[in-house]
């Protein structure tokens, strides 16, 4: 009697023509992604004991890469698709500003995607953008997953990172230098006399949230002041969690006298909440965000943050990835950080005393 296996493999044999990547990769038992990379030499190496499992089961399949279907993969369009957590914030709009720039300069299309912080969402665009031929891809992640990075270059387009960067994920990125402009807010509050600083956080880890509370906690290190994690508290992406976790640091006996919060959405949010506990600001609290969006030199008192170029974040990245798309640059070029600075208005000024 022939066996389930022997089975299963003439069933294959005998119908080559609907093997899939999927079948190859359930026989080798990896992913179907790493079939991909093993069939198209990269971008991501394999280990030579993987590689050899996979082109064993495609001979064992008789599974055929379908050649045409490769070819009008590889036929891209003029379009760029770019892909970021959150209309509503004036940052990314600011970011978007550039890359669209820098797009139409050189006769590409922008394709606007709206994860809403959604990592799923995030790789049904990258499947669409890979379906549709987009030349290219920016991406501005919400998450730590590198889900969609990897969904991406299974259809071989070329990735672009902004404002971040994702473990585990090899394509460029650029960035700010949110290490430095985590230590000057902190090391402008100490400047102040301030010494119980809170900080808001992002909920999820992400790099440029990690680096910003490096930042600040390198700061305090330098003048002998503890890093307290009941300080450090999550806030959300919205302003109503700014709100949130400002009232919960306000909340503490004794309260900070001052808030470095991740970005101006979460700032804009604690300066609500220091209003509407009769907080005067900055006489009773000192707030610092990051990002310098345009309302923050418009809220009352006006902010005062730290300023990252965010429509040259935009610009550098869609250069970039029109190296890339060239065959002008490498997924391996670094990328120098982005300069920040100091903005100092009217929500920050010396700790109270007693």
């Not at 044999?13 to 026989?27: L, Q």
């Not at 060239?326 to 929500?347: F, I, K, M, N, T």
């Amino acid at each position: 009697m022939v066996s389930h296996h022997r089975q299963r493999a003439d069933a294959l044999s005998s119908d080559k023509g609907s093997i899939t990547r999927d079948d190859v990769a359930r026989r080798a038992g990896v992913s179907p992604a790493t079939v991909s990379y093993v069939i198209n030499n990269g971008p991501r190496p394999v280990s030579p004991e993987t590689r050899a499992r996979v082109l064993e089961a495609i001979r064992e399949t008789g599974y055929q890469p379908n050649a045409i279907a490769r070819s009008l993969r590889r036929q891209k369009t003029s379009t760029l698709g770019l892909v970021i957590p959150d209309t509503n914030n004036p940052y990314f709009v600011e970011v978007a500003r550039g890359v669209e720039t820098v797009a139409f300069e050189h006769g590409f299309k922008v394709v606007l995607c709206h994860s809403n912080y959604d990592s799923d969402r995030e790789v049904q665009y990258m499947d669409l953008l890979g379906a549709e031929r987009a030349a290219g891809v920016i991406w501005i992640p919400s998450t730590e997953s590198s889900a969609p990075a990897e969904r991406l270059i299974e259809h071989q387009v070329p990735l672009v990172i902004l404002d971040r960067t994702v473990n585990g994920v090899r394509s460029p990125s650029v960035v700010a230098d949110n290490f430095r402009g985590g230590y000057l807010a902190t090391q402008h509050l100490i400047s102040l006399h301030h010494r119980r600083i809170g900080l808001i956080v992002r909920p999820v880890v992400l790099s440029h949230s990690e680096e910003r509370a490096r930042g600040y906690a390198a700061a305090l290190l330098e003048h002998d002041l503890p890093v307290e994690e009941k300080l450090i508290v999550p806030g959300g992406f919205r302003l109503e969690n700014g709100h949130a976790a400002a009232c919960s640091l306000l909340g503490l006996d004794p309260p900070p006298t001052a808030i470095f919060a991740y970005n101006d959405i979460m700032a804009i949010g604690a300066l609500r909440a220091a209003y509407q506990r009769g907080l005067r600001v900055p006489g009773d609290l000192s707030i610092v965000g990051f990002d310098d969006i345009p309302e923050a030199a418009f809220t009352c008192p006006s902010l005062t943050t730290i300023s990252q170029p965010k429509s040259e974040m935009g610009r550098r990245g869609a250069e970039l990835l029109l190296a890339l798309i060239g065959g002008q640059s490498s997924s391996s070029d670094a990328q120098p950080p982005l300069g920040v600075y100091l903005v100092v208005r009217e929500s920050t000024g010396p700790a109270p005393q007693g």
